[in-house]
C-alpha cells in the first residue's frame, strides 16, 4: 500500500473546534487513481494535504509507503515530499520571473537530483506533456491549460510515487480541462497513483475509485 | 525512501539571488541604508588615516630640519643631574656658519623669583591674579631656528642684542594672558620693575613650543638685568639632508676638544592644535555612519519581512516541492546577506572615492587601511544577516498549507 490512513482525524482550534476530518479510514494501492467529491468546506483539501504531508493528523495515524509519518520530523517529511509525492494546484503556482524550463527544474533543487540530469528531465518531462515548444517562456504568456501542464511536468520529473491534485481543472475551460484530465489518465496508466479533488462529477468518474467527504466523514462510491 | 535533503550550496546561492534580482529599484532602495553608513564609515577612517598621515609627514619634515642641541647632563656628587658643559656665548653665530646650517639660536630660562610679568605698573588686588608667562632668553636668529611666525611687529635683531634694549617678544598665548593684543601702540610690560617694550607677537612655531607661552627678551638684556642665564638649549635649523653633517660638525664647533659633552638630537615638532579639530569631526561622521548603518539594517529587515509576506505562495510552493524550514530560513538569511553585503561593497567604494576626493582638494597623500576597508564592506553583510535573521525565521515559521491559500501564484 502507498497510503494508509488509520482513523486519521484533523481539528482545527480557532476560537470553535472545528473536526475538518472524521475518523477517517482509506487505502490507496500504488496505481490507483481516486477522486474525491464534496461540498465546500467539508474536508477535501485538509485530506489531500494529510496525504502529501504538509499538514499532520490530530489523531489517527498515516502511513506512507509502510512507514508511520507521525513520528517523521520536518526534514524527513520534506525529503519524503520532495522524492515522492506530486502537487498539482488550483492556481498553478509558478513563478512569474522565471521560463517555463526553470520552473520546472525549480523541483530538482529540493529532490536531490545531480545536476547533470537536471535539464534533460525537464525537458523530458515538458515533452511529456506536450510542452516542447514553450521551455523558453514565461508563465505569462501561456494559456491556464498551458500553465497547468507545466505544473504538472514540475509534479512528476522528479518520479514521484504519488501524485496530489487539488480541483486541477477548477481555473480551466472545457477544452483545457480535458486535456489535463488526458494527461492524468495517461500518467495513470504508466502506473502513477493518483489522487484527484473535484466537484465536477463528470471529471470524477474518469477515476478508477471514488470517495465522497461530508463533514469530515469519507464514504466510498461503489462502481 | 529517499535520505533526508540537505541543502545543496550552489543551489541555495541560485534561489536566493534569483530573489534578490526579481526586484532591482526595491534593491536598491533597500542597500541604500547601508551605503550611507559603510560610505560615512570608511570616509572617517579614511580622513582620520589621511590626516594622520599628514601630521606624520609634518612631524618628519620638522624633524629633519631641525636639530636641537643641549650640553650632556651627567649626575654630580649631590646626586642631581648636572649640565657637563655650557655653551660658548658666540654658540649660535659658530654654529649657524656651519655648511648646512640656516640659523641658528640659544635659548635659556630666566629665572624670575619673585618678580613677575605684569601688563601694568602696579600691583593692583582688586585685579584677579593671573600666572605669569615665563621669562625665555634668546639670541641670534630666534624665529629662523624655531620656524617662529611673527604675527603682529617683529623679532628682534642684532642691534636690540647689542644695546641691550629693553625689548621683548611674546608668545601668542603669553599675550593674550597679559591682555595685549596689538603691538602698533608699543605697549609696555613690566618685568619684575623694569619696563620693556613688546615689539612682536609669535603665534606658531615648528619647534620649541614652549616660546608660544612665553616673553622673551634678548640674551644680553636679560643678563643685564637678571643676571647670570644659561642657556639651555641651541636650536638650529638646517637644510634638507644636512643633518648628519651639522649634528656631526656642531659640537666640534662649540668644543673643538670635548665635543661629546653636547648631545644632538632630532627637533620634535610643536604640537598640532588641528588634530583635535579633527576628531570632533571624525566623531560626528561615525556616529552618522553608526546611525545610518541601524537605519540601513532596519530598512533590510523590513523589506526582507515585507518580501517574506508578499512571496507566502513561493515559500508554500517550495515547501511542497521539499523544501525544509531551515531551507526556506538559510533562502532569506543568505538574501539579506548578499543584500548588506552589496550595500557594503558599493558603500565602501563610495568612502574610497570620498577620501580620495577630498583629499586632492587638500592636496593631501590619501591614506586608507586596505583592511579596515574590506572589513567595513564585510561589515555591511554582517549587519544583512542579523537583519535577516527575524524575517527568515518567520518564513520558516509559516505553516505550508496556509502558505499555499495565501496568493495564487500565476
Ligand atoms: N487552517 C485552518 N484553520 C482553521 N480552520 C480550517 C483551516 N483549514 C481548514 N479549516 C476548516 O476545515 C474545514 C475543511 O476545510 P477544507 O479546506 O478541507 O475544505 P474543502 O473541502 O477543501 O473546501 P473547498 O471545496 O471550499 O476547498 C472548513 O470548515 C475550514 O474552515
Ligand atoms: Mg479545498
Redesign the interface.
Known sequence: MIVELRQVGREFRRGTTVRALNEVDLDLAAGDYLAITGPSGAGK?TML?IL?L??RPTSGEYLF?G?ATSGLD???R???????IG?V??????????TVLQNVM??F????VP?AERIDRATEALDRVGLTHRTDFH??TLSGGE?QRVAIA?AVCTGPRLLLADEPTGNLDQANAESVMQLFDELNADGLTLVVITHDIAIAERARRRVGISDGRLTEFAR | MSLPAHFDLRDLIVESLDGIGGRPARLMLTVLGTVVGVAALVLTIGLGQTAGGQVASHFDTVAATHLEIAPQRSRGADGADHPASSFPPDAAARVAELAGAEAATLIGEVALGTASITAVPVHDPSQPEVTSPSLLAADGDLVGAVGAHVSQGRAFDSGHEARADRVVLLGAEAAQRLGIHSVTTQPSVFIGTHAYTVIGILDRTATQSRLLSAAIVPLTTARQDFGSVTADVLAVRISMGASSLVAHQAPIALDSSHPDTFVVAAASAAGDVPGEVQDDLALVFLAIGVITLLAGGFGIANVTLLSVSERQGEIGLRRALGATRRQIAAQFVLESLVVGLLGGIIGAAVGVFAVVAVAASRGWTPVLDLALTLGSAVLGGAIGLVAGAYPAARAALIEPTEALRATPGS
Do not use: T
Open positions: 483539501s494535504n502529501g504538509l499538514d509507503d512507514v520536518d526534514r524527513r520534506s525529503a519524503l515530499r520532495g522524492a515522492s502537487f494546484f488550483q492556481s498553478f503556482h509558478l513563478l512569474p520571473g522565471r525549480l523541483a533543487v529540493y529532490g536531490r545536476r508563465p505569462g500553465r514540475r
